[in-house]
């Protein structure tokens, strides 16, 4: 075991199995393992930080040398705050590999000190990502096995009250007379007004 601090940085928007597998593979390797959500990501995401937090604690409560935590601004400036030795990242497949040499060339550059470490998930997790994660779960696809199952409910949970929003939306939809066309009872089919 190497005596030291690993930063694991991510959006974490939200959590995989992915993610999950590679907390305990780093949390093996490092004396500590600070895994480090990014507070000011443009993207609109689907999970707050709070959310991703909660999410996260409760998924290494298991692992006692792993610690969440959140960031802002340059990741290696934060990692230098927290004493790190290095940061670790996740590669699942050949398509990660030149946005992560890219940050981690660019993370040396801003800080020569600090190594990027890289490790990869079980194999059987090499094709999940939260942007797919979250694709499937917003179409009302399946989502088990691909995530903890806390996260799983939390999916549920957001998804389904924007998903009878949308029904209800439909069904109002169908109900009003648009352009002088008539609506049968129903409201599933219109007819022309005679
Ligand atoms: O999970 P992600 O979205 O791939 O994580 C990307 C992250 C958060 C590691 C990266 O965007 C980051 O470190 N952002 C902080 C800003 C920064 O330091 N940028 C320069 C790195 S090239």
Do not use: W
């Not at 930080?49 to 340059?74: C, P, Q, S, W, Y």
């Not at 040499?101 to 800080?111: C, D, G, P, V, Y």
């Not at 049968?184 to 022309?192: A, E, N, Q, Y």
């Amino acid at each position: 075991m190497n005596k030291g601090i690993a930063i694991y940085p991510g959006s974490f928007d939200p959590p995989t199995n992915g993610h999950l597998d590679l907390m305990e593979r780093g949390a093996k390797i490092f004396e500590e393992l600070v895994v480090a959500i990014l507070r000011n990501s443009e993207k609109s995401p689907m999970f707050n930080v709070a959310e991703r937090l909660e999410m996260l604690r409760a998924l290494t409560g298991h692992l006692k040398n792993v610690r969440i935590d959140t960031f802002d601004g340059l990741m290696v400036e934060y990692a230098k705050s927290m004493e790190a030795i290095c940061i670790l990242r996740g590669i699942r497949a050949i398509s990660d590999y030149e946005y992560e040499l890219q940050m981690a060339l660019m993370n040396r550059k801003l800080e020569p000190t600090l190594e990027t470490v890289f490790m990869m998930p079980a194999d059987k997790y090499s094709y999940v990502s939260s942007r797919l994660v979250r694709e499937v779960a917003q179409a009302g696809g399946p989502v088990k096995g691909l995530v903890p199952e806390i996260v799983e409910q939390r999916l549920r949970d957001k998804i389904t009250p924007v998903k009878q929003r949308e029904t209800r939306a439909i069904e109002i939809l169908d109900r009003i007379d648009l352009g002088g066309k008539e609506l049968d009872p129903k409201g599933t089919k219109r007819k022309k007004k005679a």
